[in-house]
């Protein structure tokens, strides 16, 4: 019988079902308490069960702390007073080894089993600071799903860093993949995406290495993420025109910001000039592009930030503080600037060239297909604004990169530069005799930009070029067979030599193959365009077609297409990964464990991958039952274990110590024996 002062291991889902002797009838109620004992159903047991794993999972889903576990058994209870409440024992405590080393690791298994299980997979990582002083890397993978037919990208694991080389986060990673209980196949490991460049480079380099010395295909050509280049092509446009726009919106932002009297007078003078009340937008430099709102909302302000700084303050009591103040004499200087309007028009009427491209790739479905062309356009559509058409239309990607753009013969004429209508109408609002310069620096604005993406945009791409032939509406391409065949050339990881006929062969079958439409065509927008269905979705359809004797047709062609759609486009999942990280680990919770946090960011994502976040769909299967009801012995495992390493370091610093000043004695006795000779 069970007890019924269970102790807090003893009650960790770990009670044994009663059995009744052979000749004796169960109980009919699921309940009955007598001289202490309690004897209770097996079903509300499971339910009980049931109800922790999904209340640790709703913790982590929704970064409720853990001590918001305490009370919970007694609030349940009063709640919906059963049998199962009554067993319901989560505590700020379990609920910490239950996602640290129950549902945590249980998942993270759960994700290395289907990515083992798919034809290849991509790595993106990146890393930034938290509120605990480290430095935070997280690694998310990117694999074509068998069971949901498609490419999915889920959170792995976030490394942790003090200070770290490009050589010591690439270990790391190869590390994580080979961890003990989830190891990875390296030679399904098709090749990473990040950011920046130059250390990205440094940590393709070692893998692509150690993939080789290990006797299996390296990592594929490295992709920078396109984002980046776009957000730093606008950092560089702005050191030739927009770099005044830009501080104003940055020192009007933070003037107001914690100074609530402020907000409250400023307040007061927008209902004075007739505007709805609005407060400023935050610029953050590192992502240049939200300057564009910065800026929107500071000319929208305009007239009433020209009533306040300059009709109001000067009237104020604190006027003698005011005027001292460095911000507000920049703020004010900008302010009784004709030019300023202009450069903030200009900049809000760049916005379309680019959302287009940065609205596109921030999504996580595959886009590989899609990227050579979009740049190229993006690239266009900014020479098009300065440039003589002749020059770049109709012209090779290579000839789009060696371009001259700062020769004059291939500009056009000042008036004939695009500027923007709104600008050129603020433009006309200045002395004719100031306005050629905004002009001329506008036009280096352009010119700036588009050398940044001669020299960043990988436009030459061949590998970027050939993915374009996976679009639907180029099934029958002339160029889709020499595309498919290099692709293929190119993933030694997924096909081998002697399977390239084959992936040729079957790609010729594709392309005379009757593609019902809507496998393509997924509905028509609001305005009239069409929306294409999902490439990887398209993609499934094709390649579960089958041949009359029931085979796979293009058994071989599926290899190359699951691992190409694996490539990522860019780096946003990351970006949104950091993102979850600030609202997981805040300033209240800097104390989080790495397990905790690791825990944490697994669970979350599982649920936002398998149920869409919704907590109450995941399936409670046996296995995941059974990872809660080992979770404590793993939790104890785990601290013993991190106890006898901080010992044996501690043994090891003490032997060092010892080392240490036995070679500090051996060198005083060495030099008083010196001395003793010299001494004689």
């Known amino acids: 019988m069970a007890k019924g002062r269970f102790g807090s291991t003893q009650r960790h889902f770990s009670v044994t079902t009663p059995t009744a002797p052979p000749d004796t009838e169960k109980p009919t109620t699921s309940q009955q308490e007598r001289k202490g004992e309690i004897t209770v159903d097996k079903s509300a047991r499971e339910a009980a069960t049931q109800a922790e794993l999904v209340w640790t999972m709703k913790v982590a889903a929704s970064n409720f702390f853990y001590s918001s576990c305490d009370g919970t058994p007694q609030l349940f209870q009063r709640m919906i007073p059963c049998d199962a409440s009554r067993l319901f024992t989560l505590s700020r405590t379990k609920v910490s080894y239950l996602v640290s080393d129950g549902l945590g690791p249980f998942f993270r298994k759960q994700l290395c089993e289907n990515v083992s299980k798919s034809t290849a997979f991509v790595l993106q990582f990146d890393e930034t600071g938290t509120v605990q002083s480290k430095k935070q890397c997280d690694i998310l993978l990117r694999y074509w799903s068998v069971e949901r037919g498609e490419v999915v990208v889920q959170f792995l694991k976030a490394l942790f860093f003090k200070h770290a080389l490009g050589s010591d986060v690439a270990k790391q990673i190869l590390e994580t993949l080979q961890e003990d209980q989830y190891q990875i196949p390296l030679s399904k490991f098709l090749n990473i995406g990040s950011d920046g460049p130059n250390v990205n480079k440094t940590i393709w380099n070692y893998l692509n290495e150690e993939k080789v010395r290990m006797r299996i295909p390296g990592l594929m050509p490295f992709i920078p993420c396109n984002l980046h280049v776009v957000h730093n092509a606008f950092k560089e446009g702005l050191s030739a025109y927009g770099s005044k726009a830009e501080e104003l919106a940055i020192d009007i932002f933070y003037y107001f910001r914690h100074f609530p009297c402020r907000q409250d007078d400023f307040a007061k003078v927008q209902e004075e000039v007739g505007f709805t009340e609005q407060m400023f937008i935050r610029h953050i430099q590192c992502r240049w592009l939200t300057l564009i709102p910065a800026v929107s909302r500071v000319y929208n302000n305009w007239d009433a930030l020209v009533q306040y700084f300059l009709n109001e303050l000067p009237k104020s009591k604190a006027w003698k503080q005011i005027h001292k103040n460095e911000k507000y004499l920049r703020i004010a200087r900008k302010l009784n600037d004709d030019s ?96 050629k310069l905004p002009v001329l620096e506008m036009k280096k604005f352009y010119q700036t930009v588009v050398e940044y993406f001669q020299r960043k945009l990988p436009i030459n791409s061949e590998l970027l070029q050939d993915m374009k032939c996976l679009h639907p509406l180029l099934q029958k391409g002339e160029k889709g067979v020499s595309c498919i065949r290099r692709i293929a050339q190119k993933m030694p990881q997924v096909i081998s030599s002697g399977e390239i006929a084959s992936v040729t062969d079957e790609w010729k079958a594709y392309m005379v193959m009757d593609i019902p439409k809507e496998w393509i065509e997924k509905e028509i927008d609001s305005e009239g365009q069409i929306v294409f269905q999902r490439i990887d979705h398209f993609w499934n359809k094709v390649i579960q077609v089958k041949t009359g004797s029931g085979n796979f047709q293009f058994k071989t062609l599926a290899k190359v297409v699951k691992s190409a759609l694996c490539l990522a486009h860019g780096n946003a999942e990351v970006e949104r990964s950091l993102s979850e990280n600030k609202r997981t680990v805040t300033s209240d919770r800097s104390l989080l464990s790495e397990s905790s946090l690791n825990g944490l960011r697994m669970i979350k994502d599982t649920i936002n991958t398998q149920v869409e976040g919704k907590v109450h769909l995941m399936p409670i299967t046996n296995e995941l ?34 080392e240490a000043e036995k070679l500090a004695d051996e060198r005083k006795q060495l030099e008083e024996a010196e001395k003793n000779l010299k001494d004689r």
């Open 340 to 435: 300023m309007k202009v450069e903030l028009v200009f900049l809000i009427e760049l916005e379309p060239l680019f959302k287009r491209f940065l609205k596109l790739f921030q999504k996580e479905e595959p886009l590989i297909h899609l990227i050579h062309e979009e740049m190229v356009e993006l690239i266009k559509s900014f020479m098009r604004r300065f440039l003589k058409s002749d020059c770049f239309e109709n012209k090779s990607c290579s000839s789009l990169e060696k371009l001259d753009v700062s020769k004059l013969e291939n500009q056009l004429p000042e008036k004939k530069i695009e500027l923007g209508e709104y600008t050129r109408t603020t433009l006309h609002t200045i002395k004719s005799d100031k306005q």
């Open 625 to 658: 039952r059974q990872a809660g009801l080992n979770a404590y012995q793993a939790y104890n495992e785990r601290l013993r274990e991190e106890k006898e390493e901080k010992e044996r370091a501690m043994r090891q610093k003490e032997r060092e110590k010892k």
